[in-house]
Nanobody, 127 residues
C-alpha cells in the first residue's frame, strides 16, 4: 500500500509563490504516475499538473500552464509542484495522487486514474 504525504501549503499573498511537496512510502515514485489536483468545497477535483512514470513526461492544465510546474527528485522519492503568481481564488486544498498502469495522455488528467491520494494541504492566498 502506497502512502502519500503532501505538504508545503500555507498562507501566501496574491502574486506570491509556493512549492508543494509529495512524499511516497512503500514504493518508488519512479514506478508511479503522479499528479496534482485541487479542490474547493462543493466542487469536483480539478487537475493541475502530472508526471508520467519512467519517462517523466509532464502534463499541465491549460489554464495553469506557465504558472504551475511539476518536478521530481527521485533521490528523495518526492514530487513537487511550483506554483507562481497565485490568485485569491486559488485558495483551495491541493492533493497529490499516484497511480499505476499506462493511462492515455487524456486520462492522466482524471482523478479516477489514481489509486493513492495524499491527505491534502491547504493553500490560502490572501493579503
Amino acid at each position: 500500500q502506497v502512502q502519500l504525504e503532501d505538504s508545503g501549503g500555507g498562507l501566501v499573498q496574491p502574486g506570491g509563490s509556493l512549492r508543494l511537496s509529495c512524499a511516497a512510502s512503500e514504493r518508488s515514485f519512479s514506478t508511479l504516475n503522479m499528479a496534482w489536483f485541487r479542490q474547493s468545497p462543493g466542487k469536483e477535483r480539478e487537475f493541475a499538473a502530472a508526471l508520467r512514470r519512467m519517462n517523466g513526461a509532464t502534463y499541465y492544465s491549460e489554464s495553469l500552464k506557465g504558472r504551475f510546474t511539476p518536478s521530481k527528485d527521485d533521490t528523495k522519492n518526492a514530487r513537487y509542484v511550483q506554483m507562481n503568481s497565485l490568485k485569491p481564488e486559488e485558495t483551495v486544498i491541493y492533493y497529490c495522487a499516484a497511480g499505476t498502469g499506462s493511462p492515455s495522455s487524456l486520462y492522466m488528467r482524471f482523478p479516477v486514474t489514481y489509486e493513492y491520494w495524499g491527505q491534502g494541504t491547504q493553500v490560502t492566498v490572501s493579503s
